[in-house]
Structure formats: structure tokens, C-alpha cells
């Protein structure tokens, strides 16, 4: 039995390696044929054989910035909401709300913007067809903020109690409580709820590919029109299964991988170099 | 002597137990007096009720009233003061130290920040307080210094610097020195007897030898019930 | 200046719990309007009548029926392929893991929660065509490749979610079974994990609850717009929220779209209660301090 267990815990790990593998193989080709530098940094027009996804990088890069831009603030405001002013009963209601918020699957989402957020924004700024970096980041931002509330919450309400206590016991109304001690405190925390927020929306599929218009150019404004690197992938799957534009896919796939492992990595340094403050 | 605290037929219960019953007492001011007895009789809870940290859990239901001259007038502390306002006159000091995670400095100005002091006046209030606690000397090198890394007994006398800071008129001290060792504790007991000269200071301790040394007053409490001793 | 600043972050506070909410309100409000009028049979079963639909598997045309039988199959086969290397791997790190080992398995699992779906829909399609090169009998895009690949994407949630609860059982508990004569692997059988029954059924639900939103992974290892006959599971399959995505650029008149409300409706009924009942069932032990008394010493 100990064995069968070892071998779930290989499995897992063989598994996500295989990932960056599966990657990397059917998309040998492509990285092979032009200069890696070439296809991450050019821009994308397969009928002159450029394959480059830098538009795409772009394209993700500006609607997770977007969202973050709009969810942060957003989930910090409700999470001191809950901390200073919810008690008891209503901070399990307000909380088992916000978690409750986190079901709401992303389709959904996409599709009820799509019917109203792009018409919206399209009759609000005169330019552009509606489908923008602006709407996905709105409609991201609000997605990941559920997630990002709770971790946030459980952050500030993760510091010591004691101190808390002690500020309570000279004078420190709640809000003054938040404001000069758990703030700063919940630093680390809250650095990787923001941090976890990002991978969530530069992970994100259908919210960029139904709201964003998709566009092969690089984007000019918040205004225009994207592409994601995920939505790429969604998109090309389409096309011929064996030219080097379908292999692109497999280019972008290797990227978003990179960019996970290295998020990975940047939440242990947050939570390693923040631990060694501690007394 | 005046009156400086008045309770009256004060009885608290928290999800459905009574911890205090029917307690009715009084106190001067300046003076030390000091509520002994078993573990678990309802003492922290007393005093906690007394600054209203009680408030600060959901679920405590009190009964009766607390009276307090503070500001030089009497005054109910439910009715007639906010939280915030009551705990800058009444000010506590638990029996494990507590420092803030922040430097000496900051620990003894977070209470006068709160009340927008200015940094000049921070700065003398500071070595002022030290020095009545008896940890000037100690710590004058390193006020930037973490609080945290000072000795038990150290930080237990910044935890006192800093509840004095603000100068409250009345301190509540829950078992200060029983984390301390006796050296330490002897050092704290000498201020507390300096500090009941010009201000009320209820002390909750098992020391009866300290409590001989420190209080004029006794009263004792057991299953949550107050009776006079001295 | 502090004044200020304390009431600055009041006001703010108060302006995103509003926005936030009046956000999500509007959400479901636009839902519930949409789908008012809409009659539920032909929602589902479209032209067909419904017990023939259920009892006779006769094919659904225009009715969701497929799309959500088509969810619950593949998320159902998904979660009972991923429960036992999930729970099993939580067990591992919570229980038997070296610390090298202990370090490496955890950097994966966290590098796999955090991978899109999509890379994993991906690296799904890529298995799936290296098989279909080396053995060409292998099939094709079905439910079966989707469920693997469901799979493998709520596993970090069940290996989290047993580590956790693992991690959580007080030092005393631990050592009874021991003491009596049971072997390390016993007590974690016998005892430790029916101790902690009710958070891992919360993250096996949880997962469920996951699954059952994600587009990308089953887009591209077998679900299509189209499969009205009987489910199976080396057949492509309808799914509700392909349906969703497919209907938003795809349909042709007020009926259509209105439709997709419905099965937007559907789907978020369903990941609602499945997460619902996840968060009741799981006692939320957080790691921090539980803001309970102060009072105590």
C-alpha cells in the first residue's frame, strides 16, 4: 500500500513534467525553423510566414495587468469591509457569499458581458466595436475577485492576535487597527493573493477570447482589440493540424508554462523572504 | 478619598454562562489594590470588562453598570464613552508581554499616533515613560531595535511604558510578573507601587506575597463572585 | 491627516463592497430576466418528448438534455479517475514524503494548480495525437480523453484538500491507533482519513464543482456542439459550457440566445450547489489563528 501511494505521489509529478514535454516536442519544429528571439518577439502573420506571438504576449500581459488594475482595489475594499466592520454572523454570511461568487463558472461570465458589457462600452467610447482589453479587464477583474477577497481576509486575519489585542487595548478602533498594524503585517499575504490573482487571469481563456475581439495586431490602446496567448491556442486549433502556424499553439503553451513555474517560484521567494522577518 | 471606580450589581455572561455575578465594589483613587483567588474565578474577565475589551468578542451580555470618574467627571463607561476614548484613561497590561511587531520607539508612540501627536512631543513622552518603567537605561542604544528581541522581563516593562504613555488614569494589571522571573518581577512591583501614588492600579495576581507588599486593598474572587479581603 | 486617511478608507471600502456586489446582482438579475418565459421541456429536450428523451435514448436535438447529461458523465468519470492519485498523493506528502521529495512533489503540484486549463487541454490533445501516431487504433477525440484530462486538472485541488485535512489532525489523535498495534498505513485508513471524512467529500466536490465550469480542457479532447445520441464514453460529447460559448457566436435569433441563457442558468445552478455543498461540508480549518477568544491567557 505504501508503494501504491508513492507511486499516486510519481505519478502526479511525472504527469505535470510531461506537460512542459508535451509542449515542447510537437512544437520542436517551430522552435527550430525561426530564431526563438524571432518568434517571441515578431509579430504574427502566417501568410508571410511569421509566426511570432509577441501580439499575443502583449495581448495577455495588458488584459491580466487590466485586471488586476480593476480587481485589487476591488477585493482589498471588500476584504476591509469584512475584517473592520463585518461581526460573527454577518461576516460568515458576507464571506460564504463571496465564496459562493467563485462558482459562478467563467462561461457564464463571457456570455452575459458579451450580450451586454460590449454593446455598452461600444455606445460609451466612440471607437472600437466593443470588444476590447478594457471589457475583458473588467469582466476578468471581477472574476478573480472572489478568490483574491478570500485570500486577502485570511491574510489580515491571520495576524497575531496578540498584537491586535494589544492595539485594541491602546485605543485603536478597528479601522485603525487595519490601517497601521495589519496592513502592514499582512504584507505577504496579500502580495500573494495579488500574485495568485495574476496567474488566474493571465490563465484565463474564454474571457479574453469572447470579449477581447481577438485581433492579430499588436494592441495600441485599451481600446482595441487583443489576442491572448490563450485565446490564440483556442483559435488556431482550427487550422491545419501539421503547418508550422498550428505548431504556434504549442509555442504559446510553452510560454504560459514558464510563466506558472516562474509565478510558482516568485510566491515561495515572497512567502521565504517575508517569513525571515519574523522574530 | 474620592471614588474612582463604581461597580454596581455588575453580572456577565458569555454564550450562556454566567462568568460574573451580582459584583458591587469600589475604589479610590491612587491607590494599589489587588483581586486574588483560584484560576478560572472570572478575575481577567472582571478586568477586561472594566476597559470594555469584553466588546471585542461577540456574544458578551453584561448587566448592571460601571461608573468611572475619568476627565474629572462620573460617568457610566456604556452609556457616556466611546471604546477608543475609555481605553485612552483605562489602560491594561497583560501577563504575557505583547509587544507590537515594530521597534521600542514605535511600540511606545503607536498609542500617541493614534491621538495625532507630533514626533517632537512623541519623542519626550517616550524617554519619559521609559524612564518611570525603569528601562531607559536598558534600552537607550537601541530604540530602533525590535521590540521582540528584548528579555521577557524588558518587554513586559515597555509593555507597561507603553500602557502609560498616554498617561490613563487608571491601569488594570493582569498578573504582570507571573511570566517574569523574580528579579524582573521585583522591578515591576517597585514601579507599581510608584504608579498607585497618582493613579488608580487594579492588580490581578496569585502572589500573595506581592500582593502584601504592593496593595492597600484586596478583594477575592471566586466562581464569579467578588468578596472583600483587607 | 490620519483622520483623513481612516476616512478615505472607509468611503473606498464601502464603494468596492458596493461595486462588487451591485456587480454580481446585476449578473444574476440579467440572468433571471433572460430566462423568464423560457419553457423548461423544450429548454431541454427541444422538439423530442422528454421521457422518450430519458428512458429510450432517443436523440435530443435542439435541447440542452445532451449538453448537461454530457457534463455530469464526463465530470463524474473525470473526478473518480482523479480521487484516488489525488487523495493518495495528499496522503504521500502529508504523511510519507522525505523533505527533498516532499519539496519537489509540492513545487509540481503547486506548478500544476496553477497551469491554464487550456495548457493542460493542450498537452490532453497532444497525448491524445502521439497515441493516435504510434497506435492507430487509439480513438480519436471522446469523453474518455476529456475525463483524463479533467482529471488531471482538478487533481491538485483533491491532493491539497487531503494534505490539508491531514495536516490538521491534533498530535493526540494520531497516536491512538498506533499505540493499539496499527501500522502507519492502518491509521491513516482506519482512522485519520474517516476522521477527516467530511473535508475530503468537500474536496471531492469541490473538484466536481471545477470540472464542471471548464471549457478550454474539454474543447479540445472531444466535446463538440453536436451529439445528440446516446453518450459514450469513446464518443465526442456535448457539454453545457461548450453550448454556452457556442451559442454566444453562433446563434441565429432571439429563441437561440435565449437559450443560451438558459443553459447559462443551468450551468451555474449546477456549479453553485456543487460548491455550496462543498463549503458546507468543509470546516475551513485555515492555517492562521481563528480570531476567537481574547479573553484567554
Known amino acids: 500500500m505504501t508503494r501504491l501511494i508513492r507511486a499516486a505521489a510519481m505519478v502526479t509529478g511525472i504527469c505535470t513534467i510531461a506537460v512542459f514535454f508535451m509542449m515542447l516536442i510537437p512544437g520542436w519544429p517551430l522552435f527550430s525553423h525561426g530564431h526563438l528571439l524571432a518568434l517571441l518577439a515578431g509579430g504574427w502573420n502566417p501568410t508571410s510566414s511569421?509566426?511570432?506571438?509577441?501580439?499575443?504576449?502583449?495581448?495577455?500581459?495588458?488584459?491580466?495587468?487590466?485586471?488586476?488594475?480593476?480587481?485589487?482595489?476591488?477585493?482589498?475594499?471588500?476584504?476591509?469591509?469584512?475584517?473592520?466592520?463585518?461581526?460573527?454572523?454577518?461576516?460568515?454570511?458576507?464571506?460564504?457569499?463571496?465564496?459562493?461568487?467563485s462558482g459562478v463558472p467563467t462561461v457564464v461570465y463571457g456570455f452575459v458581458a458579451l450580450i451586454y458589457l460590449v454593446p455598452f462600452i461600444r455606445s460609451q467610447f466612440h471607437s472600437g466595436s466593443g470588444f476590447s482589453i478594457l471589457t475583458s479587464s473588467l469582466v476578468l477583474g471581477l472574476l478573480i475577485s472572489p478568490t483574491m477577497i478570500v485570500l486577502f481576509v485570511n491574510a489580515l486575519d491571520g495576524v497575531d492576535p496578540r498584537a491586535r489585542r494589544a492595539a485594541a487595548t491602546l485605543g485603536a478602533t478597528p479601522v485603525q487597527r487595519l490601517l497601521y498594524l495589519q496592513l502592514s503585517e499582512a504584507l505577504p499575504g496579500l502580495l500573494s493573493g495579488v500574485v495568485m490573482g495574476l496567474g488566474r487571469a493571465m490563465g484565463?481563456?474564454?474571457?479574453?477570447?469572447?470579449?477581447?475581439?481577438?485581433?492579430?495586431?499588436?494592441?495600441?490602446?485599451?481600446?482595441?482589440?487583443?489576442?491572448?496567448?490563450?485565446?490564440?491556442?483556442?483559435?488556431?486549433?482550427?487550422?491545419?493540424?501539421?503547418?508550422?502556424?498550428f505548431q504556434s499553439i504549442y509555442l504559446c503553451g510553452f510560454v504560459l508554462y514558464l510563466f506558472t513555474f516562474m509565478l510558482v517560484l516568485i510566491l515561495r521567494a515572497v512567502d521565504h523572504r517575508f517569513q525571515r522577518r519574523r522574530v | 478619598m474620592a471614588a474612582k471606580i463604581m461597580v454596581e450589581q455588575l453580572s456577565f455572561s458569555l454564550g450562556g454562562r454566567e462568568l460574573l455575578h451580582d459584583i458591587s465594589m469600589e475604589v479610590e483613587e491612587n491607590i494599589?489594590?489587588?483581586?486574588?483567588?483560584?484560576?478560572?474565578?472570572?478575575?481577567?474577565?472582571?478586568?477586561?470588562?472594566?476597559?470594555?475589551?469584553?466588546?471585542?468578542?461577540?456574544?458578551?451580555?453584561?448587566?448592571?453598570?460601571?461608573r468611572m470618574v475619568l476627565d474629572g467627571k462620573l460617568a457610566d463607561i456604556h452609556r457616556h464613552w466611546n471604546l477608543s476614548m475609555l481605553r485612552r484613561k483605562v489602560a491594561m497590561v497583560f501577563q504575557n508581554p505583547d509587544p507590537l511587531p515594530m521597534s521600542i520607539r514605535r511600540n511606545i508612540a503607536f498609542p500617541l499616533r493614534l491621538r495625532g501627536w507630533k514626533r517632537g512631543r512623541i519623542a519626550e513622552r517616550t524617554e519619559e515613560v521609559l524612564r518611570m518603567a525603569y528601562l531607559y537605561d536598558e534600552v537607550k542604544g537601541r530604540l530602533n531595535t525590535d521590540a521582540r528581541h528584548l528579555s521577557g522581563g524588558q518587554q513586559q516593562r515597555l509593555c507597561i511604558a507603553r500602557a502609560l504613555a498616554g498617561d490613563p488614569e487608571i491601569l488594570l494589571l493582569d498578573e504582570p510578573t507571573s511570566s517574569?522571573?523574580?528579579?524582573?518581577?521585583?522591578?515591576?512591583?517597585?514601579?507599581?507601587?510608584?504608579?498607585?501614588?497618582?493613579?488608580?492600579?487594579?492588580?490581578?495576581?496569585?502572589?500573595?506575597?506581592?500582593?502584601?507588599?504592593?496593595?492597600?486593598?484586596?478583594?477575592?474572587?471566586?466562581?464569579?463572585?467578588?468578596?472583600?479581603?483587607? | 491627516m490620519r483622520r483623513f486617511t481612516e476616512l478615505l478608507l472607509v468611503i473606498f471600502s464601502w464603494l468596492a463592497l458596493l461595486v462588487f456586489a451591485a456587480s454580481f446582482l446585476s449578473l444574476f438579475v440579467v440572468l433571471?430576466?433572460?430566462?423568464?418565459?423560457?419553457?423548461?421541456?423544450?429548454?431541454?429536450?427541444?422538439?423530442?418528448?422528454?421521457?422518450?428523451?430519458?428512458?429510450?435514448?432517443?436523440?435530443?436535438?435542439?435541447?440542452?438534455?445532451?449538453?448537461?447529461?454530457?457534463?455530469?458523465?464526463?465530470?463524474?468519470?473525470?473526478v473518480l479517475c482523479a480521487v484516488l492519485p489525488g487523495v493518495f498523493t495528499g496522503i504521500y506528502l502529508a504523511e510519507f514524503a522525505g523533505p527533498w521529495a516532499h519539496r519537489i512533489v509540492n513545487l509540481l503540484v503547486d506548478v500544476l494548480t496553477g497551469l491554464p486549463s487550456i495548457v493542460v487541454g493542450l498537452a490532453g490533445f497532444s497525448f491524445m495525437v502521439l497515441l493516435h501516431n504510434l497506435f492507430p487504433g487509439a480513438p480519436g477525440p471522446c469523453m474518455a480523453w476529456s475525463a483524463l484530462a479533467l482529471g488531471f486538472l482538478v487533481l491538485p485541488y483533491l491532493v491539497r484538500t487531503t494534505e490539508t485535512a491531514l495536516q490538521g489532525i491534533p498530535a493526540e489523535l494520531r497516536r491512538t491507533a498506533p499505540a493499539l498495534g496499527a501500522t502507519k498505513v492502518q491509521n491513516i485508513f482506519f482512522v485519520l482519513l474517516p476522521f477527516r471524512a467530511k473535508d475530503l467529500l468537500g474536496g471531492v466536490i469541490l473538484a466536481t464543482g471545477r470540472a464542471a465550469e471548464d471549457t478550454a480542457v474539454i474543447m479540445l479532447t472531444g466535446v463538440v456542439a453536436s451529439a445528440p445520441g446516446m453518450h459514450s464514453l469513446f464518443?465526442?460529447?456535448?457539454?453545457?459550457?461548450?453550448?454556452?460559448?457556442?451559442?454566444?457566436?453562433?446563434?441565429?435569433?432571439?429563441?437561440?440566445?435565449?437559450?443560451?441563457?438558459?443553459?447559462?442558468?443551468?450551468?451555474?445552478?449546477?456549479?453553485?450547489?456543487?460548491?455550496?455543498?462543498?463549503?458546507?461540508?468543509?470546516?475551513?480549518?485555515?492555517?492562521?489563528?481563528?480570531?476567537?477568544?481574547?479573553?484567554?491567557?
Open chain 3, 235 to 297: 464518443k465526442q460529447f456535448e457539454a453545457l459550457p461548450f453550448y454556452i460559448y457556442y451559442m454566444s457566436s453562433q446563434y441565429r435569433d432571439l429563441a437561440e440566445l435565449q437559450y443560451g441563457f438558459g443553459a447559462s442558468v443551468t450551468l451555474l445552478l449546477l456549479c453553485g450547489l456543487f460548491f455550496a455543498a462543498a463549503f458546507l461540508l468543509q470546516s475551513y480549518v485555515s492555517f492562521r489563528f481563528r480570531g476567537s477568544s481574547w479573553l484567554q491567557k
Open chain 1, 204 to 245: 484565463d481563456t474564454f474571457i479574453s477570447l469572447m470579449l477581447a475581439g481577438n485581433s492579430i495586431n499588436m494592441p495600441g490602446g485599451v481600446l482595441e482589440s487583443a489576442r491572448t496567448l490563450t485565446a490564440h491556442i483556442a483559435l488556431v486549433m482550427a487550422v491545419d493540424f501539421h503547418s508550422l502556424e
Open chain 2, 180 to 230: 517574569l522571573d523574580s528579579e524582573a518581577a521585583g522591578k515591576i512591583e517597585t514601579l507599581i507601587e510608584e504608579l498607585g501614588k497618582d493613579r488608580t492600579v487594579i492588580l490581578v495576581s496569585h502572589h500573595e506575597a506581592q500582593i502584601k507588599r504592593v496593595a492597600s486593598r484586596v478583594w477575592r474572587m471566586e466562581d464569579g463572585k467578588l468578596s472583600v479581603v483587607e
Open chain 2, 32 to 66: 494599589v489594590c489587588a483581586v486574588t483567588g483560584p484560576s478560572g474565578s472570572g478575575k481577567t474577565t472582571f478586568l477586561s470588562l472594566l476597559n470594555r475589551l469584553s466588546e471585542e468578542e461577540e456574544g458578551g451580555e453584561v448587566c448592571g453598570r460601571i
Open chain 1, 50 to 101: 511569421q509566426f511570432g506571438i509577441l501580439p499575443m504576449i502583449v495581448g495577455s500581459t495588458a488584459i491580466a495587468g487590466g485586471a488586476l488594475l480593476v480587481g485589487t482595489p476591488l477585493s482589498l475594499g471588500v476584504a476591509f469591509v469584512t475584517v473592520i466592520f463585518a461581526r460573527g454572523r454577518m461576516r460568515r454570511i458576507l464571506l460564504s457569499c463571496v465564496r459562493l461568487m
Open chain 3, 32 to 78: 433571471l430576466l433572460r430566462v423568464r418565459g423560457l419553457d423548461t421541456v423544450s429548454l431541454f429536450f427541444g422538439d423530442t418528448p422528454p421521457l422518450d428523451a430519458l428512458l429510450h435514448g432517443l436523440p435530443v436535438f435542439d435541447g440542452i438534455y445532451p449538453a448537461l447529461l454530457g457534463t455530469v458523465s464526463v465530470v463524474t468519470v473525470a
